[in-house]
């Protein structure tokens, strides 16, 4: 007897690791991604997984860090993209950083390999074929006009939107490492064992000051439809956080702590600018944080202000697009299904998780979901006290508060996770100071996650088969 495939629309990171899902636990899947048939204002290639942005996925240290944590999950879970990540990883100190073009290309020929994946190269204008049973909607932020309108009538609500912005890349081999050095921040390793895996280009108050100058009177991007749209917290301009204080980079993405210029020890720098491996033969690196809205012209001018960019060939020059998120507590039931139309779930940052890995998270439990309803078999989402339950029931409304409270992108955090009480002593008896016990906090939360996740899996059928 021949089954029926689940359809997923889209090929990004949540499309791609819901497909994957669903084929390791021996259902057929068929992957529609538009590219290149059609491409999108942010994509440059038509390969699956591509990271439009920054090549991050932020931390990997599960035992204090909230995405790290959902990283050892997904591994658990027999993650596409995690596995993928792992083989392609550069030098990022303590984050799992991957070399762009290499990582989707692996995704890409995995998916294409898989007897149960069938890759569609067109557009699915609209909403899906009567016939299709059972889809997942995984278009991402920048999800087809026809096909946002048409699920906008079947909910009777308005898409939510807010900017996203892309960071510049610059060339190695034009950067002036007599200024610049390498370090990582407290020269922390990261999971390739590098301690030295940022370039990091320093600034005196005065050279920050004329930066901060040219940054506010810089000409930007401006789009007049967007005005009210607001900016995702997370991926802000710089020429934003700017506007709300000179210190505020100095305090954000261009913080000098940690870090000692290998040049002149003596020297504390006012203000440093990162720069992070973007590829895996290292000759491309992108600016940590420099999301930008600048135009192009200026953003060269500009940027070449900073010591040890001042012949700075820049691969590719920052951006800014506009990402749009369902109203998820109000249109998706618990199990990630569309409430006007039960044969549709959604994935990826559409539903409202911001971020790489979260995305990707999504994807994974739809693509498991899907596959347990077609074989009949019990549909569960993980427990709230693990990364992944505690993302979907935020998406789902679990931890809103009121039928008017606000619903936004979202990060993983520890804050979505239902807490524990701080420990506060240690295995041998001795008492924890504040500052440790809120370490030990993390930890205890980790620890839990990942058992609660351990049962989960345990009772749960659908386990990886790869």
């Not at 016939?131 to 898409?159: C, F, H, K, N, R």
């Not at 810089?218 to 700017?242: A, H, R």
Request: charged residues 20%; hydrophobic residues 40%.
């Amino acid at each position: 007897m021949t089954m029926s495939p689940v359809h997923v629309i889209g090929g990004g990171l949540a499309g791609s690791e819901a497909a994957w899902q669903i084929a390791q636990a021996g259902v057929p899947a068929v992957l529609h991604e538009m590219r290149p048939v059609r491409g999108t204002d942010a994509h440059q290639t038509d390969s699956l997984a591509e990271l439009v942005c920054s090549n991050s996925f932020r931390s990997d240290d599960w035992r204090y860090n909230a995405v790290g944590l959902l990283h050892a999950e997904m591994r658990r879970c027999g993650s596409i993209i995690l596995s993928s990540g792992d083989a392609h990883q550069v030098p990022a100190g303590g984050a799992l950083a991957v070399d762009r073009d290499g990582f989707s290309a692996d995704v890409t020929a995995r998916l294409d390999a898989h007897p149960l994946i069938t890759i569609v190269r067109e557009e699915v204008a609209g909403l899906p074929p009567a016939d299709w049973d059972s889809v997942i909607v995984a278009t991402g932020p920048l999800t087809s006009p026809s096909l946002a309108q048409a699920i906008l009538e079947l909910t009777g609500e308005d898409s939510l939107s807010f900017f996203d912005a892309i960071a510049p890349i610059v060339h190695l081999d034009s950067i002036d490492m007599s200024k610049a050095w390498r370090q990582s921040r407290y020269d922390k390793e990261g999971p390739g064992g590098d301690a030295a895996a940022y370039i990091n280009c320093p600034m005196d108050r005065e050279q920050y000051d004329a930066f901060i100058d040219a940054l506010l009177a810089g000409p930007k991007s401006e789009f007049k439809d967007w005005e009210t749209v607001p900016y995702f917290d997370g991926c802000l301009p710089i020429e934003v956080m700017t506007e709300r204080g000179r210190e505020t980079l100095r305090h954000g993405p261009m913080k000098p702590v940690g870090l000692t210029n290998a040049h002149n020890r003596a020297v504390k720098p006012w203000a440093i600018v990162q720069l992070r491996q973007d590829n895996a033969l290292g000759t491309l690196w992108n600016m940590v944080g420099f999301q930008t809205k600048l135009k192009h012209g200026a953003q060269t001018d500009i940027f070449r202000m900073i010591p040890g960019l001042e012949n700075a060939q820049f691969a590719r020059l920052g951006g800014l697009h506009r990402n749009t998120f369902l109203n998820s507590p109000r249109l998706l039931d618990g199990k990630l299904r569309l409430r006007a139309d039960t044969r549709l779930r959604f994935a990826g940052q559409v539903t409202g998780v911001e971020g790489y890995v979260e995305s990707a998270a999504i994807g994974l439990l739809t693509g498991r979901l899907a596959a347990a309803e077609r074989l009949g078999r019990p549909i569960t989402i993980p427990p709230v006290t693990t990364a992944l339950g505690a993302l979907a029931t935020h998406i789902t409304g679990g931890f809103l508060d009121g039928p008017k409270a606000s619903f936004q992108p979202m990060n993983i955090n520890y804050g979505l996770l239902p807490p524990m009480e701080a420990p506060r002593h240690d295995a041998d008896g001795r008492k924890l100071p504040p500052q440790e016990r809120g370490r030990a906090k993390k930890l205890a939360m980790s620890e839990r996650a990942l058992a609660d996740l351990d049962r989960w899996l345990t009772g749960e059928v659908l386990v990886a088969a790869e």
